[in-house]
């Protein structure tokens, strides 16, 4: 298992919005989070900054994260959730959530 | 079981020694947490910030926190890790680590 951290801005006018689809997340686009093997998936806010939070337990990150990305409804889920949100400047290539380094584990 | 997700600024000079400790925790300060019913416990950071998360599995969490307080090697820990850090303006009263909302979860 492999624990994630990422990082992202939501705009300020968008946080209502974000909030309330989160609470109702579509079913086909949680059960492709189930499928592509991630577990225990939680998203925070303080202060216009997003951190979400969750558990890879799959063999291949990568694949199961371009399984995702082809995933229609997953697609049109992201067509809603990416206008309400700012990527980091700082981010790497090919990031939308800005990925944390862990720097701390205790079980 | 609840999960908490926190965050506060680090300063940058700091960063290298604030990995360096945490990636040796001193087991009195981690025996502590374990104590105090704090188990999964991370800290992730990104361009200055790091943000923790854990999760809470016992029945009192003031009482808990308060006997983490006050249990003098955790003070020594505190004293040592706070000069590094720099609390967020907007953090509640009372608060070092400010808390985050949790806005989405999926097990």
Chains 1, 2 share one sequence.
């Not at 492999?2 to 946080?15: A, D, H």
Request: net charge negative; hydrophobic share 35%.
């Amino acid at each position: 298992m492999k624990r994630y951290g990422s990082v992202i801005k939501i705009k300020t006018k968008k946080l209502e919005e974000y909030k309330k689809i989160h609470a109702n997340i579509w079913p086909e686009v949680a059960k492709m989070i189930t499928e592509c093997n991630i577990i225990n998936y939680s998203i925070f806010h303080k202060d216009g900054y997003l951190f979400s939070y969750f558990e890879y337990i799959g063999k291949n990150y990568e694949s199961d994260m371009a399984k995702m990305a082809a995933d229609s409804t997953t697609q049109e889920w992201w067509d809603v959730c990416m206008p309400m949100q700012e990527p980091l400047d700082t981010r790497k290539k090919g990031e939308w959530w800005a990925e944390m380094e862990e720097v701390f584990h205790q079980d």
